[in-house]
């Protein structure tokens, strides 16, 4: 998209790329923040009924988080089917396994220098590869990209 728009877009599509591209990251921390709380509590010596009601408190936060953020971007509600759908482990999780891998595929990219069939074709190598060897492959990648921002 940003490609698309540096292109053939306007001033005012690039300013709503950005303030959408905002708001989706906003969004991906709120639920980052609840995995990993949630992922403390778990790890916790807590008795199963406290974790139980910790976990329904830090859903809870969340869907607060939500309305603050909601509120904070005008009470635009793009993402309202979503949690009106509700919060729960697999949700979180699904998100996770595909927003972590975002800055791998952007490294990747970057070491392709931009260009989009030499990097289909690693991603289509790395498609063969066994799980453990393809996610070692794509950390690497986003290490790299890490290192480069900072």
Same mark, same amino acid.
């Given at each position: 998209? =940003?490609?698309?728009?540096? #292109?053939?877009?306007?001033d005012?599509?690039?300013?709503?790329y950005?303030?959408?591209?905002? =708001?989706?990251?906003?969004?991906?921390?709120?639920l980052?923040?609840? #995995? %990993?709380?949630?992922?403390?509590?778990?790890?916790?010596?807590?008795? %199963?009924?406290?974790?139980s009601?910790?976990?329904a408190?830090?859903? +809870? /936060?969340?869907?607060? /988080?939500?309305? /603050?953020?909601k509120?904070?971007?005008?009470?635009?509600?793009?993402? %309202? &089917?979503?949690?009106?759908?509700?919060?729960?482990n697999? #949700?979180?999780?699904s998100?996770?396994?595909?927003?972590d891998?975002?800055p791998?595929?952007?490294?990747?990219?970057?070491?392709?220098?931009? %260009?989009l069939p030499?990097?289909?074709?690693?991603? #289509?190598?790395?498609?063969?590869? &066994?799980? +453990?060897e =393809?996610?070692?492959?794509?950390?690497?990648?986003s290490? =790299?990209v890490?290192?480069?921002?900072?």
């Amino acid at each position: 998209m =940003r490609r698309w728009l540096g #292109r053939h877009g306007t001033d005012e599509e690039w300013r709503q790329y950005q303030e959408q591209a905002a =708001r989706g990251a906003a969004f991906q921390q709120l639920l980052a923040n609840t #995995r %990993d709380r949630l992922a403390r509590l778990y790890a916790s010596a807590s008795a %199963d009924e406290a974790k139980s009601r910790a976990k329904a408190g830090i859903f +809870a /936060d969340a869907a607060r /988080d939500y309305a /603050d953020l909601k509120a904070s971007w005008g009470g635009y509600a793009g993402y %309202d &089917p979503w949690m009106a759908r509700g919060l729960n482990n697999a #949700r979180l999780a699904s998100l996770a396994t595909y927003h972590d891998l975002v800055p791998a595929f952007q490294g990747l990219l970057t070491a392709t220098g931009g %260009d989009l069939p030499a990097f289909y074709a690693r991603v #289509r190598v790395l498609g063969g590869l &066994p799980a +453990a060897e =393809r996610l070692a492959r794509l950390e690497d990648y986003s290490v =790299r990209v890490q290192a480069v921002r900072q």
